[in-house]
């Protein structure tokens, strides 16, 4: 599956970037640019999600598949992956699965084990605004509420919303919202693989975020013993918006070492 991407800098070794649900690769365009300085920065939607395709097929095989044909596409060698939450998870299933085609991987508030569905009301809210009859992001919000409390999440969610010129200009979802609620599941399943991959791994994980728990190491250890974990104080489950500063300098201080 051909991913729409945005490109930022032209020089240094490349840095793949992959969101979480709902995002796209628009939410990394300000961090990317930083990450461009020093290194060629590929921002990508996901399948499902953004202006990438869609299809019926939605788990971490076909994703980490997708990030495969993206690179060997771009002729990318060896390239730093950088993933949040599911994007997280997809570039550790691609680790597993092709352990030579990366040099060092920084996985973002996400453990690779199972978590349980937590997006119910999120996707019933979505799936309630009557996009033919919506006049505006205002109304939508307003819609949300009932379903999701945190207007910063809101925001993030409606930020999917565009005018499609397709449908006379009707508002519609940039994200596959019917195929993401059936697979919903999927997006939490375990990763597990029978060899350990031996490459540097960053774990950035936010203070005030429940993903990444003391427990959660051992997993982590087996599965990717070459792993460094950094907690930022105050960062939520979205460490890169929260607190992009200490994130960054995360990063910068791991590809350099």
């Given at each position: 599956?051909?991913?729409?991407?945005?490109?930022?800098?032209?020089?240094?070794?490349?840095?793949?970037?992959?969101?979480?649900?709902?995002?796209?690769?628009?939410?990394?365009?300000?961090?990317?640019k930083i990450f461009a300085q020093t290194h060629q920065v590929y921002m990508l939607d996901q399948r499902n999600h953004g202006?990438?395709?869609?299809?019926?097929?939605f788990n971490y095989e076909v994703m980490a598949s997708d990030l495969k044909e993206f690179i060997d596409d771009h002729k990318l060698i060896?390239?730093?992956?950088?993933?949040?939450?599911?994007?997280?998870?997809?570039?550790?299933?691609?680790?597993?699965?092709?352990?030579e085609s990366f040099s060092k991987m920084v996985v973002v508030d996400i453990a690779p084990k199972y978590y349980p569905v937590h997006h119910?009301?999120?996707l019933q809210?979505?799936?309630?605004?009557?996009?033919?009859?919506l006049s505006s992001r205002t109304e939508a919000n307003e819609l949300m509420k009932r379903f999701e409390e945190s207007e910063g999440v809101r925001q993030f969610l409606l930020k999917n919303l565009w005018r499609n010129p397709e449908k006379n200009n009707e508002f519609d979802w940039r994200i596959n919202v019917p195929v993401i609620t059936k697979n919903i599941d999927v997006v939490g399943h375990e990763l597990t693989n029978e060899k350990a991959i031996n490459h540097p791994v960053?774990?950035?994980r936010g203070s005030e975020s429940?993903?990444?728990?003391?427990?959660?190491?051992?997993?982590?250890?087996?599965?990717?013993?070459?792993?460094?974990?950094?907690t930022i104080e105050g960062?939520?489950?979205?460490?890169?918006?929260?607190?992009?500063?200490?994130?960054?300098?995360?990063v910068q201080r791991f590809l350099e070492s």
């Amino acid at each position: 599956m051909k991913l729409f991407f945005r490109k930022a800098g032209e020089s240094g070794s490349p840095i793949v970037i992959l969101h979480g649900i709902f995002g796209s690769s628009d939410n990394w365009l300000s961090i990317g640019k930083i990450f461009a300085q020093t290194h060629q920065v590929y921002m990508l939607d996901q399948r499902n999600h953004g202006q990438s395709p869609r299809d019926e097929a939605f788990n971490y095989e076909v994703m980490a598949s997708d990030l495969k044909e993206f690179i060997d596409d771009h002729k990318l060698i060896n390239p730093i992956l950088i993933g949040h939450s599911m994007g997280g998870k997809t570039v550790m299933q691609f680790a597993m699965n092709y352990p030579e085609s990366f040099s060092k991987m920084v996985v973002v508030d996400i453990a690779p084990k199972y978590y349980p569905v937590h997006h119910s009301m999120i996707l019933q809210g979505l799936a309630s605004i009557n996009l033919k009859n919506l006049s505006s992001r205002t109304e939508a919000n307003e819609l949300m509420k009932r379903f999701e409390e945190s207007e910063g999440v809101r925001q993030f969610l409606l930020k999917n919303l565009w005018r499609n010129p397709e449908k006379n200009n009707e508002f519609d979802w940039r994200i596959n919202v019917p195929v993401i609620t059936k697979n919903i599941d999927v997006v939490g399943h375990e990763l597990t693989n029978e060899k350990a991959i031996n490459h540097p791994v960053l774990f950035i994980r936010g203070s005030e975020s429940h993903y990444i728990q003391p427990e959660d190491e051992r997993k982590i250890w087996e599965l990717f013993p070459n792993y460094e974990i950094i907690t930022i104080e105050g960062a939520g489950h979205w460490v890169q918006a929260d607190k992009p500063q200490e994130f960054i300098e995360s990063v910068q201080r791991f590809l350099e070492s």
